[in-house]
């Protein structure tokens, strides 16, 4: 941290580490952290992942420092994990429903940290949601998918439990397949359905969508991938 004046922290959250990190921060007299999180962070928030950012937001606001929250709604880099399915199914399995979601590309999401970490002054206290520019549903991934490919993939819709099965089966550690089962069981509720402007506010350019994201790597989803 030694000569360090502003900290951007993204990292898996885990609040043991991310904490050793403010803490650190702290003692080398850093001015500004600015950091990642969840938008529906709360200490009684039913998601464990949650509940780690919420203590370790806590942890932050009690080291005196100045910050600047970071919440990005659904990552559209995250389908990437379904790229192999896709690949060799024409498809992919997903237990959000019909849910909507605000995507954003983390292109985006590096933009605004940026702004913020170059220029920190005026964001202090803030926080910001960073979101695309439409609500979309898993429906309308396979759609874009679809679309981009020139042949069709399919959403196959499985249930919270079925997903996480399928995801341990698939190899991932079984906590990690129930909080994801579970933040998709979520989502399907319409706990993502959000939009800001803050994308654009921060970074002074709209965000991507989901078909910019879809068609700039399209290659990753098809066959010859
Ligand atoms: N994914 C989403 O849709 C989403 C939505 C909202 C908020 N968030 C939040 O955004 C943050 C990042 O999420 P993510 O999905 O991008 O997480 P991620 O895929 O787990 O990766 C985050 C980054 O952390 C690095 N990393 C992994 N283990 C580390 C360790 N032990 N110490 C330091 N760095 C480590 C990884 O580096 P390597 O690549 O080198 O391994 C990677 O660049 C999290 O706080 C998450 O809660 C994510």
Redesign the pocket.
């Known amino acids: 941290m030694a000569g360090v004046d502003t900290l951007l922290l993204?990292?898996?959250?885990?609040p043991a580490?991310e904490i050793a990190v403010i803490d650190s921060a702290a003692r080398h007299d850093v001015q500004h952290v600015v950091k990642?999180?969840?938008?529906k962070a709360t200490e009684d928030s039913p998601v464990g992942?949650r509940r780690d950012?919420a203590r370790i937001e806590a942890h932050l606001r009690a080291s005196g420092m100045a910050a600047t929250l970071l919440?990005?709604?659904?990552?559209m880099?995250?389908l990437f994990f379904l790229a192999p399915q896709i690949r060799q199914t024409h498809g992919f399995e997903m237990s959000a429903g019909n849910g909507r979601f605000g995507m954003v590309d983390?292109r985006d999401?590096s933009a605004a940290a940026a702004a913020v970490a170059a220029a920190p002054a005026g964001h202090e206290g803030r926080t910001y949601l960073l979101t695309g520019p439409e609500l979309v549903t898993y429906a309308d991934v396979a759609a874009e998918l679809t679309r981009a490919l020139g042949q069709e993939v399919e959403y196959r819709r499985v249930t919270p439990g079925q997903h996480r099965e399928r995801m341990v089966r698939a190899g991932l550690p079984e906590p990690v397949a129930a909080s994801n089962a579970q933040v998709f069981g979520l989502i399907a509720e319409g706990d993502a359905a959000w939009l800001s402007d803050d994308v654009a506010t921060l970074t002074g350019r709209a965000p991507r969508t989901l078909r910019t994201f879809v068609s700039d790597h399209v290659r990753c989803f098809g066959a010859t991938a």
């Open positions: 993204i990292s898996p959250s885990v580490q990642i999180t969840n938008h992942r950012h919440a990005p709604n659904l990552l880099q995250n983390s999401v």
